[in-house]
C-alpha cells in the first residue's frame, strides 16, 4: 500500500510564495504519476500539476502556468510544488494523488486517474 503525506500549506499575502511538498511512503514503486489537486470552498475538485517518474513530463493548468513548478526528488520519495505570485483564487486544500498507471500527457490532470490520495493542506492566499 502506498501513502502519501502532504506538507507546506499555510496563510500568505497576495504575489507571495509557498513550497508543498508530497512525500511518498510504503509500496513506493507502485506508482508512475503523480498530481496536485486543489479544491476551493464550495468548488469541486481541479487538477493543478502532475508529473511523471517514466518519460519525466509535467503538465500544469491554465490557470497556474508561470506560477507553479512541479519538481521531484527520487531519492527523498517527494515532489514539491512552488508556487509563486500566489492569488486569492488559488486558495484552498492541496492534494497530492498518485497513479500506477503511465498517464498520458492529458489524462494526468484528471483526478479519476488516480488510485492514492493524501489528506490534504490547506492553503489560503490573503491579504
Known amino acids: 500500500q502506498l501513502q502519501l503525506v502532504e506538507s507546506g500549506g499555510g496563510l500568505v499575502q497576495p504575489g507571495g510564495s509557498l513550497r508543498l511538498s508530497c512525500t511518498a511512503s510504503?509500496?513506493?514503486?507502485?506508482?508512475?504519476?503523480i498530481g496536485w489537486f486543489r479544491q476551493a470552498p464550495g468548488k469541486g475538485r481541479e487538477g493543478v500539476s502532475c508529473?511523471?517518474?517514466?518519460?519525466?513530463?509535467?503538465n500544469y493548468a491554465d490557470s497556474v502556468k508561470g506560477r507553479f513548478t512541479i519538481s521531484r526528488d527520487f531519492a527523498k520519495n517527494t515532489v514539491y510544488l512552488q508556487m509563486n505570485s500566489l492569488k486569492p483564487e488559488d486558495t484552498g486544500v492541496y492534494y497530492c494523488?498518485?497513479?500506477?498507471?503511465?498517464?498520458?500527457?492529458?489524462?494526468?490532470?484528471?483526478?479519476?486517474?488516480?488510485?492514492?490520495w493524501g489528506q490534504g493542506t490547506q492553503v489560503t492566499v490573503s491579504s
Open positions: 494523488a498518485a497513479s500506477s498507471r503511465s498517464l498520458s500527457f492529458n489524462l494526468c490532470l484528471r483526478e479519476g486517474e488516480y488510485s492514492y
Open positions: 510504503g509500496f513506493t514503486l507502485d506508482y508512475d504519476a
Open positions: 508529473i511523471r517518474r517514466s518519460g519525466g513530463f509535467t
